[in-house]
């Protein structure tokens, strides 16, 4: 399915689009690195999309648009890391959501990279090293699945988060 839609025509498609972009902006979000070893090169790229999915066995999703850079290759490794951010890697999440600074994005942090895994945040709040185990198509994005074999854990949770257009962090609730 590429960009149809199985809803009966009930609204106008433009002012559906702008209510759901607007819906969405009012999601808080937890920021996420995703990360790869393409032949031996360290990728990654901001992710929000990403979702645990199961208990048994541990696993989780990540969705990605189509049109970003990792994509293909992301399809084709067996392994990928998701490094959860806390409120300290602001530098972190900035440098890998601009496309402008892809070949320098793993300057900013310290990373733990190998010849056979895909990198990880050192310091993330958690970090979970995935194999690759499906991928599914839907309109614009793909969905992949990953059974988590390995978990790092750093600190107690103070996460970043992404809120109506920029990085914040979660608050204290009032009774």
């Not at 025509?9 to 979000?29: K, N």
């Not at 990360?35 to 979702?51: I, W």
Request: proline share 6%; charged share 20%; net charge negative.
């Amino acid at each position: 399915m590429t960009g149809q839609s199985s809803c009966p025509e009930s609204a106008d498609p433009a002012e559906l689009l702008d209510d759901f972009r607007q819906a969405m902006r009012g999601v808080a979000s937890t920021i996420h690195i995703v990360t790869l070893l393409v032949e031996g090169a360290p990728k990654g790229m901001t992710a929000t999309a990403v979702s645990s999915l199961s208990m048994q066995p541990p696993s989780l999703l990540v969705c990605m648009n189509e049109s970003v850079s990792m994509h293909e290759a992301m399809a084709g490794v067996d392994w990928f890391c998701v490094s959860v951010l806390s409120a300290r890697h602001v530098s972190v999440a900035r440098t890998f959501s601009d496309s402008r600074l892809r070949d320098v994005r793993f300057e900013t942090g310290e990373w733990n990279i190998d010849d056979e895994h895909a990198p990880r945040l050192a310091d993330a709040q958690a970090a979970m090293l995935c194999k690759r185990v499906g991928h599914h198509r839907f309109g614009t994005h793909s969905i992949f699945l990953g059974e988590v074999c390995k978990v790092w854990l750093h600190g107690a949770p103070d996460p970043l988060i992404y809120l109506d257009g920029s990085f914040q962090t979660p608050g204290p609730v009032a009774d």
